[in-house]
């Protein structure tokens, strides 16, 4: 393959046919690594007005290490994977104090920094550095898979390692940041995983599977994902005009607020081990629906209560939460499960 082609090819069609994305008009580290932690898990469009939002309200590491925690979990409410923006307080923090705020500048220092794996550390030092490092995701690896017309499992490591080489040997003498926005948008957008469009393609003069035929066969992806169903008895709580919430201290919602739920098999044992938890009393009286969330490798099944807290809610339990009203639940960062609860309310 003559690869001054295939680059010059992919990075002319990139300069006109490219997204126009609000993270693409800037090479500043930070706000490429808030879009691209954003966009790890969730849809180009989603992301577009939370990146906006974020970077309006925390427009450096600086103010990020310093935010309130409540502010960042509550900018990032909606998107998920709550941890995500955890991690990044922690590594603009380390950023603080071990680079004087100043984003670090090569990928090697970049991944060692929390939250950040091979392919944000690889976008971020070459869209933000230059650095000549290829993005390898879903996008990427399918491309490869297609261009060279490789069998691999690329849902294994050991492929995402080898077809690291396969990237840096083709970004080599490119424009890093616009090689690999390229491959980004070319995956997104044209070399899609049903029905690639081969004739738009720019760099279809170079793909063997297309040649053969056999480009809607791969690339091969086996996933070996073993979803868990939990099952929960959730209860909205209500004391007069407010509603009983608590903040998580750990696990998949750690932060966040939310309604109580106990992984139990009725009322009665929801209302026994609340009150062991909390040390005063509720009453379930209504059933509502089971409403369900999926997270990556769990589902959760919901069956949502209606309750009431006959006496005033004492202190004196283990655990503790507090009464709110609507208005101020809408100001609270909610888990995205439990937002979908809050529909019951009104
Ligand atoms: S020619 Fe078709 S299969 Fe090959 S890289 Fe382009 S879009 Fe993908």
Known sequence: ???????????????????????????????????????QQTQVDTVKNYYIRFLKTLPDVQSLAEADEDLIFKLWEGLGYYRRVRHMQEAARRIMDEYDGHFPDNYDDIIRLKGIGAYTASA???????????????????????IYNRQDNIALDKTKKAWQFLMDDLI?????????QGMMDLGA????????????????DF???HASGTESLLPVNIK????????YITA???????????????????????????????????EETFYENYGFSVRLYEYCKEIKHVFSHRIWHMNVYLGEIPDEPGTSGRLSGHLYTEAEMAELPISTAHRKICTQIS
């Open 124 to 146: 971020i030092s070459s869209i933000a550095f230059g650095q000549e490092k290829g993005v390898i995701d879903g996008n990427t690896l399918r491309i490869l898979s297609r």
């Open 172 to 180: 080599h003498g490119s424009d890093p940041s616009m090689f690999n």
């Open 236 to 270: 909205i709580l209500k004391k007069d005009d407010k509603y009983f919430l608590i903040k998580n201290k750990e696990g998949l919602l750690e932060n966040l607020y939310g309604f109580v739920q106990y992984e139990v098999e009725s009322p009665v044992s929801f």
């Open 1 to 39: 393959m003559n690869i001054e082609i295939f680059q010059k090819n992919l990075i002319e069609w990139y300069k006109k046919e490219g997204r126009d994305l609000p993270w693409r008009h800037t090479r500043d580290p930070y706000a490429i690594w808030v879009s691209e932690i954003m966009l």
């Open 224 to 231: 070996n994902t073993s979803k868990t169903d939990l099952y």
């Open 207 to 209: 793909c063997e599977a």
């Open 189 to 204: 957008g044209i070399c899609t995983p049903k029905h690639p469009d081969c004739k738009s393609c720019p760099v279809s």
